[in-house]
């Protein structure tokens, strides 16, 4: 099976359209993260033997500069042959990387809030951009009083101490 794309499907990923208007099942699978192959796979394998009206699936496709980008991947089968097999499928690749990583700090963010210690999450300018609870009464600051502090002002001398 031969998988073709548009200009918009390559630029979520870094190509030219050029560069990335099709690929064949193995080029696909080499670009496709490891942890996502099995899940991926089978969805759309339910999809093709018409167990499933639609494909949908989340993903990390490799990008040209070699790192990895969220995206969710829908379609459906729109031309079978005489015999049932599935001859032409489109679908519709979404960039969700901001939402995958809004997801990732909210979670930071409710764990954070719910330990029993002070904690506060800093930037690598040393500007605090999230504090809990405990850490706002441990250094006498009110709520969200914390965000945008910098890390000598808390601990004076600390700052830079750290390599990074």
Do not use: C
Not at 64 to 72: A, D, F, H, T
Not at 104 to 125: E, K, S, T, W, Y
């Amino acid at each position: 099976m031969v998988a073709r794309y548009d200009a918009r499907h390559a630029a979520i990923l870094g190509y030219d359209a050029s560069e990335l208007s099709q690929e064949d099942e193995a080029a696909f699978r080499a670009r496709l993260h490891p942890d996502d192959q099995e899940p991926v796979w089978r969805a759309f394998a339910e999809t093709l033997a018409s167990r499933a009206p639609r494909y949908a699936a989340e993903m990390r496709l490799r990008t040209r500069n070699g790192g990895y980008k969220w995206v969710r991947s829908t379609g459906s089968v729109t031309e079978r042959g005489a015999d049932g097999a599935p001859t032409r499928m489109l679908g519709l690749t979404m960039d969700i990387e901001e939402l995958k990583q809004a997801e990732v700090l909210r979670q930071l963010h409710r764990v954070i809030q719910a330990a029993p210690v002070g904690m506060i999450l800093f930037d690598r300018n040393d500007t605090a951009h999230l504090a809990n609870p405990e850490a706002e009464s441990t250094f006498g600051y009110g709520e969200n009083e914390l965000i945008g502090v910098p890390l000598d002002r808390l601990i004076p001398g600390y700052a830079g101490s750290v390599a990074g």
